[in-house]
């Protein structure tokens, strides 16, 4: 359950963001999203009932939609290569974000932290408690201002997770995902970014039920152009496709019903 249209529109991102996956990877051709509106004593719906509320930002879930986003791995996550973090599972003082704060008594290890069988989870170091904190800094490539705006967080969490650079709240993602996705930094968070110096990203998870893992690194974002994702173009198709397969444009769908009705 989400608690609000921003809440909702990334959680609508992170779906788009796994048919992306699975059109580039193994070649899904189609997607249906079934849930446009609520119906009867369900309430995930992009529409409410009676028509008369979009709950999510029109732009956001066009954007969405567009799959035309591309990703470079810029501080990466241990999905591939085991990145080492110092962590603890005990309450830290309030200051534990902080660049300044001393983690040295923290337990050193490799990522993600979390329990087998979590999905999408890649265990380096076993967390099964209820909270979990972790420090690591990394030298952030010497970035232009533009590309520092294009940076997003590479995240899995299961559940609630704040993450931190240099100190600063950058990002706050509720519940869980099943596996990794993209979300914004907030602009207060890349503004405290360093390009071409060390840097540190300090994420605090939380866990009530269920599985549980954490993970998170940076990437680059890039919007493709039409020419770019161009039949012949699209740079990870092995196939005779175009890459904007056609889901309908809700947003576009939402704004005619609620104007009928
Ligand atoms: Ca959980």
Known sequence: MVNSGEE?????????????????????????????????VEINGLITYDRKVI??????????????????SIVPTSENAAQTWRYTTSQPSSEWMNEGFNDSDWSVGPGGFGTVGTPGAVVGTVWNTSDLWIRRTFVLPALSPEQVNRLVLRIHHDEDAQVYLNGV??????NYTTSYVYVPISEAGRSALRPGQ????????????????????????????????????????????????????????????????
């Open 8 to 40: 909702l529109a990334q959680l609508y991102d992170a779906y788009l963001q796994q048919l992306a996956g699975l059109r580039d990877e193994v070649g899904l051709s189609a997607g249906v999203y079934t849930q446009i509106t609520d119906v009867e």
């Open 55 to 72: 709950k999510a930002d029109v732009e956001s879930i066009r954007r969405s939609n567009a799959m035309n986003r591309s990703f470079e």
């Open 169 to 174: 709240l950058s990002a706050s993602v509720p």
């Open 198 to 261: 060390e840097n540190l990203i300090a994420v605090h998870c939380h866990q009530t039920t269920g599985g549980q893992f954490l993970d998170a690194g940076i990437a680059l974002e890039t919007v493709q152009t039409a020419e770019e994702c161009g039949q012949w173009g699209y740079p990870y198709a092995d196939l005779n496709r175009d890459c904007r397969v056609d889901f309908g444009d809700l947003a576009m769908l939402a704004s005619e019903w609620s104007g009928m009705l």
